[in-house]
């Protein structure tokens, strides 16, 4: 019964989908308004961002928590919304042009105190030995530990996706299960707390970087910078704010909406300017005397 009730809800889903296609081709707004809601906006601010009604969101976000492209999440007192791999795949996959891996989250290593040190001997190699201490690594997967006279440090590494918020989730879910199986494997006992070695950084790429990097990189305290260092050497932005970083992901689609409305504002403009022209030549008309030419003849003698 329970196979058959997910068999109905993939057809369904699939079915939705395919309804759906030609109105995301026809509609670029829908992807919009996609990818809004699933980088944590709230229905208001997109709707604010993207200059589209807020019964529009409602359409559109009802449609993609229906498919399963949207989870309802919170974030304080504010509804939000978050990415499902399947609303992941739908973006990426779009003919819009859309980047499933619009974030990057540097390594946001955590460190943890060595209450007892392993009792299985680990492999570990040396990394140098920096203020007369030795640092020695080894790695569990993909995942960088690193081990100094008193703490256990764990680079989960950079993390791409979507969703920012669940990026931050996913950093701390692959740290704690590191740190578990660095306990269980090697018989490890660490500290419960870890202490981050610095603040989130998030990464932003876009062909503008690249352009803006020719002329040199910049810092701006409390903000980012603008880096091409190694090893990627790629141009992006770096924010130190998770909302700065959301910001200049939605930068285009807020530059769209403002130039359809100067466009919208222009042609007003215009049009009140014809009209004011044609009300001048109606005004030009009433007000001017109507004197009709007389041969000199019926012109009286007095006049001439």
Partial sequence: MAGRSRGSRFCRRKMRVKQLNTSFKLLGLGFRILKSLGAGNTATDTARD???????????????????????????????????????????????????????????????????????????????????????????????????????????????????????????????????????RFGMVLSEEGIPLHKPIWQVFSPEAEEWAKAGTVKVNGIGQLDKSPPDRRAHREYDKKQLAIDAVMAPAILENLERKVDAIAENVGRLIGAVDNLSDVLGKLVQPDVQERPESEVPSYVR
């Fill in 50 to 184: 993207l200059g589209c009604t807020k019964a529009n969101i409602t359409y559109w976000k009802n449609k993609f928590l229906d498919m399963d492209a949207l989870r309802l999440q919170c974030r304080d007192v504010f509804i939000t919304y978050s990415l499902t791999p399947f609303g992941l795949k739908l973006l990426t996959g779009s003919e819009e042009g859309f980047s499933g891996e619009v974030f990057v989250l540097e390594d946001h290593a955590v460190k943890f105190g060595i209450i007892e040190p392993e009792k299985t001997c680990i492999d570990w190699c040396k990394l140098g030995q920096p203020r007369n201490w030795e640092k020695l690594g080894f790695k569990v997967g993909n995942v960088r530990v690193v081990k100094t006279s008193k703490s256990i440090i764990i680079h989960p590494g950079k993390l791409k996706g979507f969703d920012i918020d669940e990026l931050e989730v996913s950093a701390g879910q692959i740290i704690e299960r590191v740190r578990v199986f660095l306990q269980n």
